[in-house]
């Protein structure tokens, strides 16, 4: 493994995050409704479990999938499930006080823990992306360096986003704005969480 392909994979890694999904707009709308704190709680979350798919590609899971198809769709379905879930939740307290509305502290890092947990196709993802990437033969401890690289690099790039979106003029604005918000962020969390149910 050389540094060259640590960068080539970090670079495809910002790209990934930088797409719209239910990882970017969940971590987006908890950092402007509950703050920096719980910006970077759920960042810590979302970055985790988005390691811990790589590591899960690292390790074969991708194989497994393909070999045990229902378990991948029972993953799925319970993946789309839980975001549909939350969608329903946000439309339903798009009225709420915000101080009410916003997850802090653990119930933050759990939500985020729960929407990349609920996304299994980010394992497919992540397998193809590393045999392209990196060569065939990597040690564990190499395997175990991308895994801790991918989690600092999420962390990071949500702590950037928290710091950001948490600040008085975004959060007046979202203040402004709650109802709608939450009821845009709640129309294209329920999509995605249709589109991972149905889609192949």
Same mark, same amino acid.
């Given at each position: ?69 229902? *378990?991948? &769709?029972?993953?799925?379905? #319970?993946? !789309?499930? $839980? =975001?549909?879930?939350?969608? +329903?939740?946000?439309?339903?307290? %798009? ?67 928290? *710091?950001? &979106?948490?600040?008085?003029? #975004?959060? !007046?604005? $979202? =203040?402004?704005?709650?109802? +709608?918000?939450?009821?845009?962020? %709640? ?14």
């Amino acid at each position: 493994m050389t540094t060259a392909q640590l960068i080539a994979f970090n670079l495809t890694l910002l790209a990934a995050m930088a797409a719209p999904g239910p990882a970017l707009l969940y971590a987006l709308r908890q950092s402007v409704a509950g703050g920096f704190a719980t910006g970077v709680a759920t960042g810590v979350g979302l970055g985790l479990v988005a390691a811990l798919w790589t590591g899960a590609a690292l390790l074969g899971l991708n194989a497994v999938f393909a070999l045990v198809p229902w *378990a991948y &769709l029972a993953l799925k379905t #319970a993946g !789309a499930a $839980y =975001l549909i879930w939350v969608a +329903i939740q946000l439309w339903r307290h %798009a009225h709420t006080p915000v101080a009410d509305s916003a997850r802090p502290g653990a119930r933050a890092f759990l939500g985020g823990v729960l929407v990349n947990l609920a996304n299994p196709k980010s394992v497919l993802f992540a397998g193809a992306v590393l045999v392209v990437i990196f060569p065939p033969d990597l040690t564990l401890a190499q395997k175990g360096l991308i895994v801790l690289n991918h989690f600092i690099v999420e962390v990071i790039v949500y702590t950037l986003f928290a *710091a950001f &979106l948490s600040s008085a003029p #975004a959060r !007046a604005g $979202y =203040l402004r704005l709650k109802p +709608i918000i939450d009821r845009t962020a %709640a129309v294209i969390l329920g999509a995605l969480g249709l589109r991972l149910l149905f889609g192949r």
